[in-house]
């Protein structure tokens, strides 16, 4: 079974451009997650889809970030204009769905670290 | 206030030796789930163990195991006999709002991390 993808792994812009990460979760997954994180800290959840529509996105900085996530498939987060704070490694994961206990164990793809300069 | 704390940003241990990493929470959920992750330097996040918070048996799962005390909010990773391909960042995280039988969202909070390294 195929893992999570993302790409690109790395990308370098300067401050005030744009950027745009997808993630293709593993087949058959409904429930897809956008966490940040920065370097020596833990993940923190920016947006959770389920399907295609938006379960939690309180902690995502809406006058900069977007996400889609087109045909509950695949999702793209997007940074727009990107700010030095915004240097982090961007984690997509995804499960069959949220409930108790391990029956939806979220899967973590390999990560994109941005860097903002 | 954090809702999940690691105090140690360090940790090594002798190849072979049992090592405890450590892991306090805070939630007024009755219902909530406890894990731990797997952070190797390639940065994918590895899943190794859960614990919810109505079990009554710590958790374990192979080399790992979960030394939950409820009372003091506190769910302690123990691995055994530590092999070099251990050495990694090992985060603690916790789920709120679970119910049996009912649902949550996932969100899973996640503590600063600890960077385990294994000497030979």
């Known amino acids: 079974e195929a893992g999570v993808a993302q790409s690109p792994r790395y990308k370098i812009i300067e401050k005030r451009q744009s950027v745009a990460f997808w993630c293709n979760p593993i087949?058959?997954?409904?429930?897809l997650y956008w966490y940040q994180q920065i370097l020596g800290q833990g993940p923190k959840l920016l947006i959770q889809f389920q399907n295609n529509g938006v379960v939690d996105d309180s902690q995502l900085p809406k006058d900069r970030f977007s996400a889609e996530r087109l045909k509950g498939v695949d999702s793209t987060l997007k940074i727009q204009p990107a700010k030095l704070e915004d240097s982090a490694v961007y984690l997509c994961?995804?499960?069959?769905?949220f409930g108790w206990g391990t029956d939806y164990e979220q899967y973590f793809g390999p990560g994109t670290r941005l860097t903002v300069t | 206030a954090q809702k999940i704390t690691q105090t140690q940003p360090g940790m090594f241990v002798q190849e072979k030796e049992a090592v405890t990493l450590d892991c306090t929470y805070d939630?007024?959920?009755?219902?909530?789930?406890l894990f731990w992750y797997k952070q190797p330097s390639s940065g994918e996040m590895i899943f190794l163990i859960y614990q919810g918070s109505y079990d009554e048996q710590n958790a374990t799962e192979g080399r790992y195991s979960l030394n939950f005390q409820k009372a003091r909010k506190s769910a302690n990773l123990v691995i055994s006999a530590s092999q070099l391909g251990d050495s990694a960042m090992y985060f603690c995280?916790?789920?709120?709002?679970?119910?049996?039988?009912?649902?949550?969202?996932?969100?899973?909070?996640f503590g600063q991390g600890t960077i385990l390294t294994v000497h030979p």
């Open positions: 939630t007024s959920d009755q219902s909530y789930g």
């Open positions: 995280a916790m789920r709120e709002g679970e119910n049996a039988g009912g649902t949550s969202y996932g969100k899973l909070t």
């Open positions: 994961a995804s499960s069959s769905g």
């Open positions: 087949s058959g997954h409904a429930t």
